[in-house]
């Protein structure tokens, strides 16, 4: 039986992540240690249809305590979705738990993983690791800027699988994700704020005016990319796993207002350090290294997600 091994499986994309691999008949282990950036009940709340199947475990610890070999022992496939996320939250002090969970975890995952047979190590990275860039869209040989400290880490986190990859032989593909949306997206990010405020009648907040562009990609896109990934040759370079479109804040807000039925009362702030102004990504090395199609129409994934908060998801404990 293929075993795997998905870290941050409590979180949004690993959670659906340890679900799509059970069905493929894997043996599932997931590590989570439950950090606190947002609410534990949610975490748990996603493993809701993974915790009682037979070949799934859970193991809660954290990378940099746990025992690595013992855990990479017999196992085929690591997929390291574990991260401290959030860009705007990754300046000042909090930024020692950005090099500790998102470099010093992720060096040490590598570390187990060159004594280990493993076939192939998936790292999740971000399209953060871009920056403002000049010039659109962006590709895999565009020069990474980040512009916060988050992105600064995840491409530090990027260049250590390059090293392990080349000097050691590790297995390593990197995916870049662009602005990953659906069922379970955190609390924090904007298309669960914003159906969020349409459940609840609340103002929400945007920062800046609202024209500033993202290139959204639904998770089932990026559980299929992961999937692809694992029987893909192993290329330590990075691949762009994006929907190659793209909208401006204030057009998903008029597209929520179409989903949801109900109109947004918008308070604007000023940007925030660490946002990006524009993001879009060719996904062409996707289409052709991973055989990579994204499907998933932006207002079917809105319908998803808010179909999936309406009918009783969890909401941010109050």
């Not at 401290?84 to 500790?100: N, P, T």
């Not at 994700?177 to 405020?197: E, K, S």
């Not at 907040?205 to 990609?217: K, N, P």
């Not at 057009?251 to 109109?263: I, M």
């Amino acid at each position: 039986m293929t075993r795997s091994i998905v870290t941050g499986a409590a979180g949004f994309v690993g959670s659906h992540l340890s679900e799509r691999f059970l069905d493929l008949g894997h043996q599932v282990v997931g590590v989570d240690c439950f950090t606190e950036f947002y609410d534990r009940r949610l975490k748990e709340a996603n493993l809701a249809k993974v915790r009682d199947e037979a070949r799934f475990h859970l193991v809660e610890d954290d990378l940099l305590s746990l025992d690595l070999e013992a855990l990479l022992a017999g196992a085929d496939y690591v997929f390291h979705l574990a991260a401290q996320a959030g860009v705007r939250a990754s300046w000042g002090k909090s930024f020692a738990g950005y090099i500790r969970n998102n470099i010093a975890a992720t060096q040490r995952l590598l570390e187990a993983a060159k004594g280990a047979k493993i076939k192939k190590l998936v790292y999740a990275s971000s399209s953060s690791v871009y920056g403002d860039a000049r010039e659109l869209p962006v590709t895999e040989e565009t020069l990474p800027r980040p512009v916060s400290p988050y992105g600064v880490t995840k491409l530090a986190a990027e260049h250590l699988c390059s090293l392990y990859a080349q000097i050691y032989g590790v297995p390593v593909v990197s995916l870049r994700l662009f602005t990953v949306y659906g069922p379970r997206q955190r609390p924090d990010m904007a298309i669960q704020r914003f159906l969020l405020a349409s459940l609840s009648g609340e103002p929400v907040t945007i920062f800046g005016d609202g024209s500033q562009t993202r290139d959204f990609t639904f998770v089932d896109d990026v559980v299929e990319a992961h999937v692809l990934a694992m029987e893909a040759p192993a290329d330590e370079r990075a691949v762009n796993v994006c929907g190659g479109s793209r909208v401006s804040i204030n057009e998903l807000l008029a597209l929520v207002g179409e989903v949801t039925g109900r109109s947004l009362q918008v308070e604007h702030e000023p940007a925030a350090p660490g946002d990006a102004r524009h993001t879009l990504g060719d996904n062409s090395r996707a289409r052709r290294v991973l055989g990579f199609r994204p499907r998933a129409r932006l207002a079917d994934g809105l319908a998803a997600q808010w179909q999936w908060l309406s009918e009783g998801a969890s909401a941010p404990p109050r």
